[in-house]
């Protein structure tokens, strides 16, 4: 069974403050997306990564996919009250049609 | 379009009861897919169609639960003789094959059963 694991499951920091999440699998994943959850509301897709060592940038966040592409980590620069909110990575296992996520992050960041 | 869209947001049920939720994917998505998440949990995979016909199955998935896509366009999920443990988020989403995108969700619905 694959499994998607993220740590640390819950996170809180100073506003101002840098983070990192990780994302690690034992399994081989074709990519690995990032979502944002608010309260009572749907995932919404943050970045899909899809080559190893791939690096993409949004704005402060910084999300990174591994040679192996086994794992994959989110690293947040400057964080601000706004980023508050469960961080889940999701990825396909090989030759399947749906996503599997992450246990999430669940990020607090105070004023 | 306006995204996916889930009916009711809300639904309080009596244990025992049969509930059905309803998704509206966006127009131009193929799959569909239904996903169950617990407070400060991720979704949970449940099951998901490609245009009318449902690919997969959990095996989380009881008997008492029962998925269609009749049209290929708009999908429910319905549980029947529910139980207090079936109180979760209920989430859809939808997507294109071979896109290579991630889903778009819906807002989901909340199921408390009493």
């Known amino acids: 069974t694959q499994l998607l694991e993220q740590s640390p499951q819950f996170l809180s920091i100073q506003e101002g403050e840098n983070l990192t999440v990780y994302c690690n699998s034992s399994?081989?994943?074709?990519?690995l997306q990032w979502y944002r959850q608010e309260p009572g509301e749907g995932p919404v897709l943050l970045v899909t990564?899809?080559?190893?060592?791939e690096v993409k940038k949004l704005k402060r966040l910084t999300f990174q996919f591994g040679d192996a592409r086994k794992d994959s980590s989110l690293h947040i620069t400057a964080a601000q009250p706004g980023d508050t909110g469960l961080y889940l990575c999701a990825g396909p296992p090989w030759r399947e049609g749906k996503l599997i996520f992450g246990q999430g992050t669940e990020l607090s960041v105070k004023p | 379009d306006t995204g996916v869209s889930q009916n009711p947001r809300h639904k309080i049920t009596k244990r025992g009861q049969n509930v059905t939720f309803r998704c509206d994917p966006i127009s131009e998505h193929n799959r569909l897919y239904w996903y169950r998440q617990t407070l400060g949990q991720g979704p949970e995979f449940l099951t998901y169609f490609q245009n009318e016909a449902q690919l997969e199955k959990s095996r989380l998935l009881s008997d008492r639960f029962s998925a269609e896509r009749p049209k290929g366009s708009f999908s429910t999920l319905e549980i029947q003789r529910t139980e207090q443990g079936d109180s979760a988020m209920y989430l859809c989403?939808?997507?294109?094959?071979?896109?290579?995108?991630?889903?778009?969700f819906g807002s989901g619905t909340r199921l408390t059963v009493v």
């Open positions: 989403a939808s997507s294109i094959t071979g896109k290579g995108e991630g889903y778009t």
């Open positions: 990564v899809v080559t190893g060592g």
């Open positions: 399994s081989v994943f074709s990519s």
